[in-house]
Nanobody, 118 residues
């Protein structure tokens, strides 16, 4: 059973930094991509950053957030700098897997709260 466990969220003042971690229960090399999504109250879940064959960022976080991974530790990170109040949300780790049969599936962590005060 795949488990993704996020950590590193918390309360920070605007302009501050946080680093989120997502530890997977097994090798992350089996996934075609991993990433971070966020969901603010009353809003849909949106992509923040993904890492796979390429790295992609939402326009709103480009230049401030950096996604990385450590295959040896089966962990994906999201370094968040210059945080803004609008970054406040629950951040979810995602692992996207493509099976040899052609099927695809998304695995999700339980989420970690990030709150940025003004």
């Amino acid at each position: 059973q795949v488990q993704l466990v996020e950590s590193g969220g918390g309360l920070v003042q605007a302009g501050g930094s946080l680093r989120l971690s997502c530890a997977a229960s097994g090798s992350i090399s089996v996934y075609s991509a991993m990433g971070w999504y966020r969901q603010a109250p009353g809003k849909q879940r949106d992509l923040v950053a993904t890492i796979g064959p390429t790295i992609n960022y939402a326009d709103s976080v480009k230049g401030r957030f950096t996604i990385s991974k450590d295959n040896a530790k089966n962990t994906v990170y999201l370094q968040m700098n210059s945080l803004k109040p609008e970054d406040t949300a629950v951040y979810y780790c995602n692992a996207h897997k493509i099976y040899l049969t052609g099927g695809e599936f998304d695995y999700w962590g339980q989420g970690t709260q990030v709150t940025v005060s003004s």
